[in-house]
């Protein structure tokens, strides 16, 4: 039995173009004029997707979008919006719409949507959720509501911007996005904006023609190409030239890419995750990052909280940790005595889960090879005191307060043991980068976020 799709629209031609272009794709179409000609086919036959107007006669697509995200959240639906109403798509994507087109209607664009949109599997959130558990651990609250937010939106097309302190996950969770979504058989491209120089930026993400500029000796993709049907992420994309933020916006919303020296646009069909630990919306207050360009990544915001934010999840990732290490390794996987686990708990982790990975990399090779010892975790000595978990109920009544003492009392404690460390390796970075158990660019960008360097 062919597919079954529902088109609202209030014109005749708009109805038509879609009816054709679904027929041809082997789809049958009921068409509905308005909200209440929709609702009483949605009342009589399943539908596998549906595509709305956002202006009808008896009311808005929003508000329609919004009725089915509750009433049959299976069903995917797709907004038709003005050409150039941006504002009006990206109400659409965070309100639960799968996707959007706009008019005047690109056949090649609307044959991608329907695509993908027939490809969502049946599986819902909570199944999802259950597959996410074994790659995104946690059991605390804030990793459950995170792991729905992500089998929810794996659902999407929607831009998704992850935001959270170096380490947290960030890519982890974008990875996840991708893999529990109609993508997940395609390419995952993670770029990290911030590592490539800036006048190589344009022809790693858009490709170059041979001869382009010198050292172009071969036509060569780039990675918008490589990520052709997949998706690609975008990590530190605060770092991103001001002038490629023009060119990838651009290439965004028309979905088109021209190579460096080439002179025909090539089509491309990327879902764009994209993640900083920076606050995008201060840089653009600053004039670092664009405007229109942070609101089209920014549709929908995921924060993925820091580790001393859920310290109850620190036994469970540990225990992971460490089979991962025995795995790779061939070894027995160790133990770990209970002070050295009540050392991790207290810990404050400014590097988070990555440093956790470090701390016990370096505590394994200290450590007797069968047990984990307190002394093997070399934490700094002067430890800063427990942080009460932002999420507990156990916060005093002026949580407003609180909240700010707690952040800029951390921030002193990050900055004491940083400087203790850079002190202690005559400010070599590397070296202090080290012994604080987090990556050299990790240490990097604290010291900017800190106003250290
Ligand atoms: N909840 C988690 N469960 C299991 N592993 C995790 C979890 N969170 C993070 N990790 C692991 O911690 C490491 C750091 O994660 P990831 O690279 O995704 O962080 P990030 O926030 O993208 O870091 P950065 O900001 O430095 O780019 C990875 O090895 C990742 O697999």
Known sequence: MN????????????????????????IDCVTAESLAQAHQALKQ??????????RLPDGNGLDFVKTIQ?????????????????????????SGAFDFVSKPLKLRMLRDLVTAALKLSPETPQLKE???????????????????????????????????????????????IHELGVRGEQAFVPINCGAIPADLVESELFGHKKGAFTGAIADKQGLFQIADGGTLFLDEVADLPLMMQVKLLRA?????????????????????????????????????????????????????????????????????????????????????AASAMQALQSYVFPGNVRELENIL????????????????????EHQPATPTPTNEPTLSANIASTAVDLESKLEDQEKHLIMQALESTRWNKTAAAKKLGITFRALRYKLKKLELD
Request: glycine share 4%; charged share 30%; net charge negative.
């Open 3 to 26: 597919r079954q799709a529902l088109v609202i629209d209030d014109e005749p031609d708009i109805l038509e173009l879609l009816t054709m272009t679904l027929s041809d794709m082997s």
């Open 130 to 176: 259950r597959r996410s558990r074994d790659k995104l651990l946690g059991e605390t609250d804030v990793m459950c509501s995170l792991r729905g937010k992500i089998s929810k939106l794996a659902r999407s097309q929607a831009p998704v911007y992850i935001t959270g302190e170096s380490g947290t996950g960030k890519e982890l969770v974008a990875r996840l």
């Open 361 to 380: 990399e370096r505590a394994l090779t200290w450590s007797d090879g069968t047990t984990i010892q307190a002394d093997d975790l070399m934490l700094p």
């Open 45 to 54: 036959q399943k539908f596998d997707l549906c595509f709305t107007d956002m």
């Open 252 to 336: 965004i919303q028309e979905k088109a890419i021209r190579p460096v020296g080439g002179h025909e646009e090539i089509n491309v069909d990327v879902r764009i995750l994209s993640a900083t630990h920076k606050n995008l919306a201060k840089c653009v207050r600053e004039g670092s990052f664009r405007e229109d360009l942070f609101y089209r990544l920014n549709v929908i915001e995921l924060t993925v909280p820091a580790l001393r934010e859920r310290q109850k999840d620190i036994p469970q990732l540990t225990t992971h940790i460490l089979k991962q290490f025995a795995e790779r390794h061939h070894h027995v996987q160790p133990a770990i």
């Open 70 to 94: 509750k009433q049959w959240p299976e069903l995917p639906v797709a907004v038709i919006t003005a050409h150039g109403n941006v504002d009006l798509a990206v109400e659409a994507l965070k």
